[in-house]
């Protein structure tokens, strides 16, 4: 009988010990998928801000073109 019991315990605690190790390896799974998806949004993010400051750079060139071409204008007229 304490044999048959032993081996009962023996098999619950593997049982629960099992069940722990799945839940720890899917809390970690589920970690690494965040901390990758946090890392493709900033990647994502620092591309987008590239883009606006390579767009801002534009426009201010185009302004400065504008303004320099209506200079030049006036300079013609006169």
């Known amino acids: 009988i304490r044999k048959q019991e032993r081996r009962k315990r ?3 605690e593997e049982k629960k010990d099992e069940e722990e190790k799945k839940e720890r390896k ?3 799974t ?5 901390k ?3 890392k493709k949004k900033k ?3 620092k591309k987008k801000k590239e883009n606006h400051q390579d767009n801002t750079s534009k ?3 185009r302004r400065r073109r504008g303004i ?3 200079k ?3 300079l013609k007229k006169t």
């Open 68 to 70: 320099a071409e209506k």
């Open 59 to 61: 426009k201010e060139r």
């Open 26 to 28: 899917k809390k970690e």
């Open 72 to 74: 030049v204008n006036e």
């Open 10 to 12: 023996k098999e619950e």
């Open 43 to 45: 990647k994502k993010k």
């Open 30 to 34: 589920k970690k690494k998928k965040k």
């Open 36 to 38: 990758k998806k946090k």
